[in-house]
């Protein structure tokens, strides 16, 4: 048999052996949580009586418990951590949506936006690009007439929005920016302005010389400008005085002097309610088209200011009924004395109450602790051996949320029994004197049958056994303390440093 030449020459390749060992394309990372469980999956199919290559056929009890269980291989969704946020929920009911693409396309809703990732390198990288966003940040100017300009701008952009649509961090933003105009600053309580923010809106009048009536609210100006007809022309009204006169602006010469016209950031309106708000009174006239002013009406501050009287009113009838002692009082004296309670706050190491002085005031702890003192005479021996007789404190108790103090003093008017001294931070709901005065017979009886004296059973002996109680373990602490020092520097252990080092 003869050889043949063959004229196809074999193919050679081109790749080496040594760069088999290099890795030529990277693979991805799994980064999101599977989807599926596979030991669940994996005794899911070892079901005794499921069709398999012994048995042409399943059971029924096995195909039922197969259909009951099927639906435990699919992972569950990691619930979210705080309150639900309800614009997510809205945007992942419109994009999941089956409602047709059409609709989406032609409706006028936008759905929201999340918010933006910031740009965060979390781990070193070689590569440049990753580190330029930090070279180009937004530089803000500290001109204060820049920062207005931007301040109007960005409660524009937000009041735009209705209420509803507004964020908590939209809110937020609106707060901080209306703390920065002096009317919003001196004359509006900021508990009450932030639940403002939530009922601000937004007017636009697209045509000059139409009248905006001020009794209907309080109007800031966001763009253009507008000349007051009457002054005064701007009253808070927290305190429901109303202005005894008005004087006509355009018929006298106050208009030509200083105020010609109020401009972007200026207010005027009121809070005062009218039963006739549409007259010329607190009215203004626009000079350009296009003013848009942010209003918030009379009716929401009236409905705001309410709920947040009803809120504190709630909280005080919650800290009375919290003590043990009122807790079998009737509505109409828990209501009278809750009416009469203010908050107020105190730092550590506050003294309430001193022994052997009036208190001045009825105290309900709302929230930290306080420390029960009483004094006790005692022999100390000094340096030289003498002994002397003084006066000290001992702490023989602690009040608590939800305990109080003082009733029986400020009602039979005579000093306490012992000293209140705060040991952190301590909201108090206090009683003045003056108040409890105000109270009718029946809720002054009540306290009195109610209350005792705020540890006013302790003897002599009981705060010196305590007394005693105290310095022993006082003494025995300093005396372990020595003794450690004294082991630690005969042995030369040095607490951080070589074989004691952690």
């Not at 197969?66 to 809205?90: C, D, S, W």
């Not at 105020?259 to 972007?264: G, Q």
């Not at 103090?405 to 003056?434: H, Q, Y």
């Not at 302790?458 to 300093?478: F, G, H």
């Amino acid at each position: 048999m003869a050889l043949i030449e063959r004229k196809k020459k074999p193919q050679r390749f081109s790749w080496n052996v040594r760069e088999t060992t290099n890795i030529r394309n990277k693979l991805p990372k799994i980064t999101n949580a599977p989807t599926i469980d596979y030991d669940k999956l994996n005794w899911l199919c070892n079901i005794n009586g499921l069709k398999s290559r012994d048995s042409n056929q399943s059971t029924q009890d096995a195909h039922d418990v197969f259909m009951q269980n099927y639906k435990k291989i699919f992972v569950p969704q990691p619930a979210k951590v705080g309150l639900p946020v309800h614009t997510e929920k809205r945007v992942r009911a419109i994009t999941n949506s089956s409602a047709s693409l059409s609709n989406q396309a032609t409706s006028s809703y936008q759905p929201v936006q999340g918010p933006k990732k910031e740009n965060s390198v979390i781990e070193y990288t070689h590569d440049i690009k990753d580190y330029l966003p930090f070279l180009h940040k937004e530089r803000k100017s500290e001109d204060p007439k820049a920062i207005r300009v931007e301040n109007i701008r960005t409660l524009r952009r937000l009041l735009r929005k209705y209420p509803f649509e507004r964020t908590a961090a939209d809110n937020d933003k609106l707060y901080s920016i209306l703390l920065t105009f002096p009317f919003f600053k001196d004359n509006v309580d900021p508990a009450v302005l932030k639940e403002l923010c939530v009922v601000a809106q937004i007017e636009t009048w697209k045509d000059a010389d139409f009248a905006v009536y001020g009794k209907t609210g309080i109007h800031m100006v966001l763009r253009g400008c507008v000349k007051p007809v009457f002054s005064p022309y701007l009253m808070a009204g927290q305190n429901g005085v109303y202005p005894q006169s008005f004087i006509s602006l355009e018929e006298s010469d106050l208009m030509q002097e200083d105020m010609s016209c109020l401009r972007v950031g200026e207010c005027f309106g009121t809070w005062l309610p009218y039963e006739e708000p549409y007259t010329k009174e607190f009215s203004v006239v626009t000079t350009e088209p296009n003013a848009e002013f942010m209003k918030i009406s009379a009716n929401d501050y009236k409905r705001v200011i309410t709920q947040i009287k009803q809120r504190e009113h709630t909280e005080k009838l919650n800290l009375l009924l919290s003590c043990e002692q009122y807790r079998m009082w009737p509505k109409q004296p828990l209501t009278s004395v809750a009416d009469s309670i203010e908050w107020i706050s105190y730092p550590p190491n506050t003294v309430l109450v001193s022994e052997g002085y009036k208190s001045p005031f009825i105290g309900f702890i709302r929230s930290g602790e306080c420390h029960v003192l009483r004094q006790v005479d005692v022999l100390v021996t000094l340096k030289n051996g003498k002994k002397e007789q003084r006066t000290k404190q001992v702490v023989m108790g602690r009040l608590g949320p939800s305990d109080s103090f003082a009733e029986i003093s400020l009602l039979l008017d005579e000093p306490v029994s012992c000293s209140i001294v705060t040991a952190s931070d301590v909201g108090l709901g206090v009683v003045r004197p003056e108040k409890i005065k105000n109270l009718d017979d029946v809720t002054q009886q009540l306290f009195r049958q109610s209350n005792t004296r705020t540890f006013g059973d302790l003897t002599k002996e009981d705060i010196q056994n305590e007394y005693l109680q105290q310095e022993l373990k006082r003494e025995w602490n300093e005396f372990k303390h020595a003794q450690v020092l004294e082991v630690i520097n005969a042995y030369g252990v040095r607490p951080g440093y070589g074989k004691w080092a952690k």
